[in-house]
């Protein structure tokens, strides 16, 4: 089945820190991407949907400027936390939307984000 | 928000089938029903879906009700293994996926 990969897997940083994550899809295009947080014993979240080519189309309450979107290949989505604070810190996950299949979604297996 | 309505939690024993229900009584005429599962600290994985009709793969199976305002997934034989969050979905074929609070389905021995 389709594989989307996450990395790092874990990170841990420091307050007032950058932090890239990387999403992707290893057999597929994908033309859509989409990105999710998730706190403890909570459900996912829906931040971002993540279009190649095109700004990022984020959802309410989210702030465009902390997190960036930058989808630069159909293989490829990263999400930058810029400036991370501890309340930054969270579990999130990303999922791809493949081309020849637009009846399913794959989900990347997650990156856990610590700021101290 | 969530379109669907799930028992916070359910237990079932290993062996047994696992019936879980989900309510989506607003639902529309082009939205499908999509099951996923999140074992704890992965990422969400796909279960099965439908729009109409009752469909079964190897993991599962989806009872869709005629009015399409419910439905059921069925685990036919609940391992340890299927220990997780059960979420049901409503969308839109090519919409975002949005999830709701799901089912802890906890399996026990």
């Known amino acids: 089945g389709a594989v989307v990969s996450q990395h790092p897997s874990w990170v841990i940083c420091k307050s007032g820190t950058s932090v890239k994550i990387e999403c992707r899809s290893l057999d597929f295009q994908a033309t859509t991407m989409f990105w999710y947080r998730q706190f403890p014993k909570q459900s996912l979240m829906l931040m971002a949907t993540?279009?190649?080519?095109?700004?990022?189309?984020?959802e309410q309450g989210v702030e465009k400027d902390k997190f960036l979107i930058n989808h630069a290949s159909l293989t490829l989505s990263t999400l930058t936390v810029t400036s991370a604070h501890p309340e930054d810190s969270s579990f999130y996950i990303c999922?791809?939307?493949?081309?020849?299949?637009?009846?399913?979604?794959?989900f990347g297996p997650g990156t856990r984000l610590t700021v101290l | 928000d969530a379109k669907t309505t799930q028992p916070t939690s359910m237990d079932c024993a290993e062996g047994r089938a696992a019936n879980l229900p989900c309510n989506h009584s607003?639902?529309?005429?082009?939205?499908?029903v999509y099951w996923y599962r999140q074992i704890h600290s992965q990422g969400p994985q796909y279960i099965i879906h439908?729009?109409?009709n009752n469909e079964t793969n190897e993991m599962a199976s989806l009872i869709i009700t005629e009015d399409r305002k419910s439905s059921t997934l069925i685990l036919p034989h609940a391992t340890l293994r299927d220990t997780a969050v059960y979420y049901c979905i409503v969308r839109v074929n090519t919409d975002k996926l949005i999830f709701g609070t799901g089912t802890r389905l906890q399996v026990f021995p």
């Open positions: 607003t639902i529309s005429g082009n939205e499908y």
């Open positions: 999922s791809a939307w493949r081309l020849a299949d637009n009846n399913e979604q794959f």
């Open positions: 439908g729009l109409k």
């Open positions: 993540s279009n190649e080519g095109s700004k990022a189309t984020y």
